[in-house]
């Protein structure tokens, strides 16, 4: 099926720097998320872009956080500067574009275990 | 509040028999269900979405929505130790076109050979 790249697959980081998380989405679709999970807590949406806009945000996406995807490249999240609450898993997730009743799937990659020292 | 309840919080059950798993919306405009799956190490994948009241059948897979009560459930008859995984409920508004999910804190199922 649809494949959801992320890399890398887990960064260590010390506190205070910047980090980028890159997401390689399924290739026809229009629709890109990123959500957060906290080990042994659920999924927590983050934000969601389409057309090269942030749609919607989560009150987790705090002032330190970006995302862009440049000329149908990557999908990243910066993180800059990074705080130690910022340690989970982040889940890249891309859908086709959107049908009027909000059926469509989204697709989830592996995630990128970030954990700040 | 949580605004998506799952339980059990863990379940084991015996290869080949029935698994049931319970989810439960607390708010009104989230009216689409969504079931998901995650074995160790990989994303989430979805397994089936439910989005009218009474029964969805895929394969093994039997959901089962309550609108009236927000309640979806999920069965998994002949249970195969791949089973064994995260199964997450996702929530959404009708009619909102953005894709965002709400997701329950999981049920853990482990199949026993």
């Known amino acids: 099926g649809p494949k959801v790249l992320q890399i890398p697959s887990h960064q260590i980081i010390d506190m205070g720097q910047m980090v980028t998380l890159n997401c390689d989405p399924v290739?026809?679709?229009?629709?890109f998320y990123w959500y957060k999970q906290i080990l042994g807590q659920q999924m927590e949406f983050l934000v969601n872009?389409?057309?090269?806009?942030?749609?919607?945000k989560s009150k987790l996406f705090k002032d330190q956080f970006s995302v862009e995807r440049p000329d149908g490249s990557y999908f990243t999240l910066k993180i800059q500067p990074t705080a130690l609450e910022d340690s989970a898993v982040y889940f890249c997730?891309?859908?086709?574009?959107?049908?009027?009743?909000?059926?469509?799937?989204?697709?989830f990659g592996a995630g990128t275990r970030l954990s700040v020292l | 509040q949580q605004k998506v309840q799952q339980s059990p919080e863990s379940l084991s059950v015996p290869e080949g028999g029935m698994a049931s798993l319970n989810c439960t919306s607390s708010?009104?405009?989230?009216?689409y269900f969504w079931w998901y799956r995650q074995h160790s190490g990989e994303g989430p994948k979805a397994l089936m979405?439910?989005?009218?009241?009474g029964d969805k059948k895929e394969g093994r897979f039997t959901a089962h929505l309550n609108k009236a009560s927000l309640h979806v459930s999920l069965h998994i008859r002949d249970s195969q130790p791949s089973d064994s995984a995260l199964y997450f409920c996702?929530?959404?508004?009708?009619?909102?076109?953005?894709?965002?999910?709400?997701f329950g804190q999981g049920t853990k199922l482990s199949i026993k050979p």
């Open positions: 996702a929530v959404s508004e009708p009619n909102y076109n953005q894709g965002k999910l709400i």
């Open positions: 872009f389409y057309n090269g806009k942030v749609m919607e």
């Open positions: 997730a891309s859908s086709p574009d959107w049908g009027a009743y909000s059926q469509n799937t989204l697709y």
């Open positions: 708010d009104r405009n989230f009216q």
């Open positions: 979405s439910i989005f009218s009241d």
């Open positions: 290739s026809n679709h229009l629709y």
